[in-house]
């Protein structure tokens, strides 16, 4: 016999009643020898001059020698934000249509944000493992729902269920770069070096990329491999070694006036704008550079400092990377995209911040206390982020930023390296593209099509373009129809060489939204708007992009605040979705998404038995230097500290802890539309008591750790400060939601109307 064994195998040998009557058989490898291996780099963050090759005096000369010998796109278009852009990226289709229209904390109850890509939108890794491929991907993730994303899973949208054989990088949003929440494949690990140690998350991931593909090479080296490789950066915190903080002092002091004509000078130098391009004027809220108090002049001077310190400390691990390929022989063979994922962030501000979480929780910057902190601007002690001003200028020549669908926020850098297989390397390709075109385009260039069935399951269609054409001649046109944008309310759609935008104030009806019109093809950065010129093109252009909202499913529009569309994290079997936790360690790290919701206030008790000596650790601890709170014990004494930006609350007991068995805790009550009252407990009884001027909205993107303290938070300890005794149970008490609903709205409407 012949044909399908039970198994589901199609068998092509013959089976006979005895192995000697029988003809074995093997399926084919899947291996395509000799097919080029594929690396993407993603940079967070990054705006469209932002790069020495796209007309910055940043220090990039890495990626500078890949533009080089090259490919350099200037009309690549994204999402907008980050999830949507990543989405987009590995599958090849538009965000709303593969459940992604913002960040993937969210859920709306709509299919077009669940925060996880569906099955019918396999991934690029998916593809390629499927056809012989080894799949690593290495840093920053963000496209599996935050809440699913704790020790309880479920695991079906993290990278390994998504097409990786390896992962290890972070799987939130963002990160501290000294500190961060590390995962390895399935599972929480420890960081692997202290910041004195000379550790940076960075240097790791380059690190573990390597190793992961120096293991494939070793072992099957004519396996290809498929490298998907996100950094942190340049998202914040801007964080850097200290050598490259020292490096970049005092370059900054001229402004970002200065600092923007200089660039764009430079882009039309290099012809990555035309030369009648119009810099687009300063967007509403940032003030010309010599408006500045000396104060406001000098803390937005430090944080470009460590902006740059960071972007030249990033590329200089793409050139690692790029070495090691070099010396393995890989690269000659090896194509090479690197790509931003939005324009350069607007969530700094105004002045710029200290710590980025004073933007989600509506603080503004006291500019003249950040002044006399200056040296820890890209330390660990800080999680900083520029200014409007210094965004603006990393998006020159264009307007508005990250989260916006004007060019700021969606035109941005795009390099394709190939030996041998590019024409007129080092040139520059204008056509208009998006990051919906990447999947495509890898596809194309192996000589893979697009499956219509993966792992069973009917695919939807691929909505972007191949560019591979785009790289043998530079003057090709690409055949494709029109690009829809859409973000947190903000729309714009391009055809035939013409854009149609609008800016969204929120809560405004989406009727009343202003649109703009821009003959993209001859004014470069949406300077000269022909809305009342051309109002039958901007009528069609309209109507254009409701038709594509129809058909991408991006409906309905969606403007409400960060609390509505975190809802779906409190739902049942999540694990938020309670009032009273009960962690019985040892228990993972903890994110943050999953974390109690302390902003409401809360009572925390440890169970706990305490050793007779050398009793010293944290016992729950949540955030990092820069925010966040700690319970713990040092020198016998119990103390609790609250991190509001540095600005601590140490409540202390009077008393050390005799051995045995005790209940410790906090008990954290919220004031009415401000700060809050602690008291610190020992066996039932209040021992100290204290008060913040704020309890926060959003505490920390860091999560938290049960009997030890993987990121400090304070300078009283060093991590992981792990308890000796057993701790028997942790339990939080979580007061009633409806009695903060309005303060909470209220709160991230406040973040939302800083710009």
Not at 174 to 200: C, I, K, M, R, W
Not at 404 to 430: E, Q, Y
Not at 485 to 501: N, P, Q, T
Not at 629 to 656: Q, W
Request: charged share 20%; glycine share 10%.
């Amino acid at each position: 016999m012949s044909g399908k064994h039970p198994s589901g195998e199609e068998f092509g040998g013959v089976i006979g009643r005895t192995v000697q009557e029988s003809t074995p058989w093997w399926p084919a490898s899947k291996i395509r020898e000799g097919a080029p291996n594929v690396v993407v780099v993603v940079l967070d963050d990054t705006g469209f001059s932002h790069l020495g090759c796209y007309g910055s005096t940043m220090q990039t000369p890495n990626i500078d020698a890949l533009a080089a010998a090259g490919a350099r796109f200037t009309g690549f278009h994204t999402t907008a934000l980050c999830s949507p852009t990543r989405a987009s990226l590995l599958t090849g289709r538009n965000p709303h249509s593969v459940g992604m229209r913002g960040v993937s904390n969210f859920d709306t109850g709509f299919p077009n944000m669940r925060g996880a890509v569906p099955r019918s939108a396999a991934t690029l890794a998916e593809i390629l493992r499927d056809n012989g491929y080894a799949t690593f991907a290495t840093g920053k993730w963000h496209i599996a729902p935050m809440s699913e994303c704790s020790a309880a899973g479920p695991y079906t949208n993290w990278p390994l269920q998504k097409g990786f054989d390896r992962y290890y990088g972070f799987l939130q949003g963002e990160t501290d770069q000294f500190y961060p929440e590390l995962t390895s494949d399935n599972h929480f690990v420890p960081v692997p070096a202290t910041p004195e140690e000379g550790y940076h998350v960075s240097e790791d991931i380059v690190d573990k990329s390597a190793n992961m593909i120096r293991d494939l090479t070793s072992l099957v080296p004519e396996k290809p491999f498929f490298l998907y490789t996100a950094f942190g950066a340049m998202h914040a915190p801007h964080q850097a070694p200290q050598k490259y903080l020292d490096k970049w002092r005092g370059k900054f002091g001229a402004g970002w006036d200065v600092a923007r004509e200089e660039w764009f000078a430079r882009q039309k130098q290099m012809g990555i704008v035309p030369a009648d391009t119009k810099l687009a004027p300063l967007n509403p809220g940032v003030k010309p550079w010599a408006e500045l108090s000396k104060n406001e002049q000098r803390f937005a001077a430090r944080l470009q400092e460590a902006f740059a310190a960071m972007l030249e400390h990033t590329d200089e691990q793409i050139g690692r990377l790029i070495a090691f390929l070099k010396e393995i022989g890989q690269w000659d063979n090896t194509l090479f995209i690197l790509m931003s994922d939005n324009g350069a962030s607007q969530e700094g501000g105004a002045t710029g911040v200290f710590d980025e979480m004073k933007w989600f929780n509506g603080i503004r910057e006291d500019v003249d206390a950040a002044v006399t902190r200056l040296d820890d601007i890209g330390t660990p002690h800080s999680h900083s982020n520029i200014p409007w001003g210094w965004a603006q200028a990393g998006n020159t020549p264009l307007k508005w930023y990250k989260q916006n669908t004007h060019g700021g926020g969606v035109r941005d850098p795009l390099i394709m390296h190939f030996p041998g297989k590019i024409a007129s390397a080092g040139g520059i390709r204008p056509q208009f593209c998006h990051v919906i075109d990447i999947a495509p385009t890898v596809l194309d260039i192996i000589g893979i099509a697009t499956p219509s069935v993966v792992a069973g399951v009917a695919q939807m269609p691929v909505h972007g373009v191949s560019l591979k054409s785009v790289l043998a001649d530079p003057q090709t046109k690409l055949a494709r129809g029109p690009q829809y944008f859409e973000m947190l309310g903000h729309r714009g759609i391009w055809a035939d060489g013409w854009k149609a935008v609008t800016h969204h104030e929120s809560g405004q009806p989406f009727d009343e939204d202003r649109w703009e019109l821009y003959k993209l093809d001859s004014d470069f950065s949406e300077f000269d708007d022909m809305a009342e010129k051309e109002p039958a093109r901007l009528k069609a252009m309209i109507d254009l992009w409701w038709k594509e909202a129809e058909t991408h499913g991006v409906l309905p529009l969606d403007d409400r605040g960060a609390f509505m569309l975190f809802a779906a994290s409190r739902r049942p079997g999540m694990p938020t979705s309670r009032s009273r936790f009960v962690y019985r360690p040892p228990v993972s790290h903890i994110v943050s998404d999953a974390c109690p919701p302390v902003a409401r206030g809360w009572t925390m008790t440890v169970d706990l038995d305490h050793p007779a000596s050398n009793g010293d650790g944290a016992l729950v601890a949540r955030g990092s230097l820069n925010s966040g709170f700690v319970l713990y014990i040092k020198e016998g004494k119990l103390h609790f500290d609250y991190n509001a930006f540095h600005d601590h609350t140490l409540l202390s007991s009077p008393a050390a802890l005799t051995p045995g068995r005790h209940s410790v805790g906090a008990r954290v009550t919220r004031r009415p539309h401000g700060g809050g009252d602690i008291v610190l407990t020992v066996d039932g009884k209040d021992v100290a008591t204290g008060s913040v001027r704020t309890l926060l909205f959003m505490i920390s993107s860091i999560g938290m750790d049960i009997g030890k303290s993987y990121a400090p938070i304070n300078d009283a300890y060093r991590e992981p400060f792990v308890y000796p005794g057993k701790i028997n149970a942790a339990t939080f008490e979580i007061p009633s939601l409806n009695a903060l609903r309005g303060e909470t709205i209220s709160t991230v409407r406040a973040a939302e109307a800083q710009q």
